[in-house]
């Protein structure tokens, strides 16, 4: 990641276990921690800077190459930064996992790139009664839609990005519907050429 990535002047990826408002405060002081209300207590709250490289990325390919099954980028990866004489330093930050796993499957030249979850697809209106599935849409008209900032949000992003920069296609769904997505009979499917939004029938 940059080291000059803005987030790092405002931390605001909760992490840790929940204080009351004294202990969240003496830990701030003590060990310059920077703080934020979490569920009606206080957390410790770190940068979370957009990723940039991944320094492993040669041996991801060798392996993927060679037919392996690669598991990588865990929680978004390690978080380092570049010193002035190009070695790495560990730095307190945590790696959005789906703006990581783009730029993996960026960097791979992937030709799908599906980030499977917990739920079939991806909703406007989520948990209110006009919610709607999406079955597929372009990059633009998803980026028009509002998602839950730690939840959905990201994931669009990645999957805006991964399709505006390849030009290739993009899926969100369930773990158990992954063929389903690839033949294009599940989830949300994200492609350059599609037409504004088309919605799954309620």
């Known amino acids: 990641m940059d ?66 099954i690669v598991i990588c980028a865990g929680g978004g990866g390690i978080p380092v930064v570049c010193r002035a004489d190009g070695s790495l330093m560990g730095v307190e930050a945590v790696i959005d996992k789906d703006l990581a796993s783009a730029l993996l499957a960026r960097e791979l030249r992937a030709e799908v790139f599906l980030m499977l979850t917990d739920v079939d697809a991806v909703y406007s209106d989520w948990a209110t009664a006009s919610a709607r599935a999406i079955r597929h849409a372009s990059p633009g008209s998803l980026r028009e839609l509002v998602f839950a900032p730690g939840s959905m949000a990201p994931k669009a992003e990645a999957a805006c990005e991964f399709v505006d920069q390849t030009g290739a296609m993009a899926a969100i769904g369930r773990l158990e519907d992954a063929q389903a997505i690839l033949r294009g009979e599940a989830g949300t499917i994200i492609r350059p050429d599609a037409v504004g939004i088309e919605w799954y029938a309620p």
């Open 3 to 68: 080291a000059n990535d803005p987030a790092f002047r405002h931390p605001s990826k909760p992490i840790g276990p929940l204080y009351d408002e004294a202990q969240a405060r003496r830990l701030a002081r003590e060990r310059g921690w920077a703080i934020a209300r979490d569920a009606g207590r206080y957390r410790r709250v770190v940068a979370s800077p957009r990723p940039k490289r991944i320094f492993e990325l040669a041996v991801i390919e060798l392996l993927v190459s060679q037919g392996v």
